[in-house]
């Protein structure tokens, strides 16, 4: 079945986002800085794949107490999660670096965390980014039939019972990245011809998928057997290295969109979309901890949705600079701002989120 076009409008009488991009441009160009990464970014991917890789060396050549190999597996989980944030993100995006060869080595990075460069660019760059928080395009509010993320998803008894389960279901995000999703979306985007610029060659593509497992597989499961660790010891490594990466980063990705305060808009019988597309980011983004050097250290800048949305190819590294014109800008023109202060109470919001959805619709 295919997709319903949809048409943004073009209707910014104000000139909104005309105002704001010259707005961001100009801080650019009077500060005489490039909108790519700079030295704070690489010194963030040597510390996040320091996370990542420096405990698995430590298992692989000493002789760890078991609780020892759980933490380090833990910590390569949350190293494996902010590459992801902090290089493949920004990299995938062409932000990391002006220069291309950096941008698509740093991207090739998601093979790390068992995904794949083409199937990430087309549900994140194109899918997500260009049609956020609408039913039936944008892939991160379809979590199937277990969790209910949209008013407009089909209601189920079971969804009752969402916010007590939700948050453990998370953590399983990149075990199926490793396992089905990758197939699954491969299969799908090439026969809707969906890319992120040039289309690829199908057998091309299906060739890097397979490969990339078969390396993926042999990196963190055959290494691991023929160093002399026991099939179940490498088992609960895996699992607890992704769980704990999976929860990151399903916890970030949803406090940035299914938020009470986020909407979830649907286009007219015509698929035609009330507002422009910037317009359309600032009803269905949110942010959290502004103020948190923690946080928007290690989250890679998506702790600030709204600036990332309207400007994803400028690094995250300048994010916190250009959020005093993005948020000044939506004041002056009437439009919404969304944000809460602390990371915490963006889970709690979240969470209040998950039982307004999880109620019967006539109830709710």
């Known amino acids: 079945m295919s997709k319903q076009a949809l048409t943004f409008s073009r209707n910014d009488s104000a000139k909104f986002f005309k105002t704001l991009n010259k707005r961001v441009n100009n801080y650019f160009k009077e500060n005489n800085i490039k909108r790519t990464g700079n030295w704070k970014l690489y010194t963030k991917a040597i510390v996040m794949f320091s996370l990542l890789i420096v405990p698995v060396v430590l298992i692989f050549t000493v002789d760890l107490p078991g609780w020892v190999q759980v933490i380090c597996m833990m910590v390569v989980g949350v190293g494996m999660a902010g590459v992801g944030m902090n290089v493949m993100h920004d990299a995938n995006h062409g932000s990391f670096s002006s220069k291309k060869w950096v941008n698509k080595l740093m991207g090739s990075s998601i093979y790390i965390l068992a995904g794949n460069d083409y199937n990430w660019k087309v549900q994140h760059n194109v899918l997500h980014h260009t049609y956020t928080n609408i039913q039936g395009h944008d892939e991160d509010i379809d979590a199937g039939r ?203 919001e979240h969470y209040n989120q998950l039982k307004v959805l999880g109620r019967k619709p006539s109830l709710a």
């Not at 397979?210 to 490594?237: D, E, H, M």
């Not at 406090?255 to 359309?280: C, F, Q, R, S, Y």
């Open 146 to 348: 277990i969790i209910r993320f949209s008013k407009h998803t089909k209601w189920l008894k079971i969804h009752k019972y969402q916010k007590y389960y939700a948050f453990f279901l998370y953590g399983l995000l990149t075990v199926n990245w490793a396992i089905t999703t990758d197939f699954k979306q491969t299969f799908v985007y090439l026969k809707r011809k969906l890319s992120y610029g040039k289309f690829p060659n199908p057998a091309t593509q299906w060739t890097k998928l397979i490969v990339g497992k078969i390396i993926y597989y042999a990196i963190w499961v055959v290494l691991p057997l023929a160093l002399g660790f026991a099939w179940w010891q490498v088992l609960i490594g895996f699992f607890i290295m992704h769980y704990t990466a999976g929860i990151i980063l399903s916890v970030i990705f949803q406090l940035a969109h299914v938020m009470p305060n986020t909407d979830m808009p649907l286009p007219d019988e015509n698929g035609n979309m009330k507002n422009t597309w910037a317009i359309h980011q600032l009803f269905t983004t949110s942010n959290f901890s502004p103020k948190s050097w923690l946080v928007e250290f290690y989250t890679g800048g998506l702790n600030r949705q709204v600036e990332h949305h309207l400007f994803a190819q400028i690094s995250h590294i300048h994010y916190n600079r250009i959020a005093k014109i993005v948020k000044e800008t939506a004041k002056e023109f009437s439009l919404p701002y969304n944000e809460y202060d602390t990371i915490w109470k963006a889970i709690s």
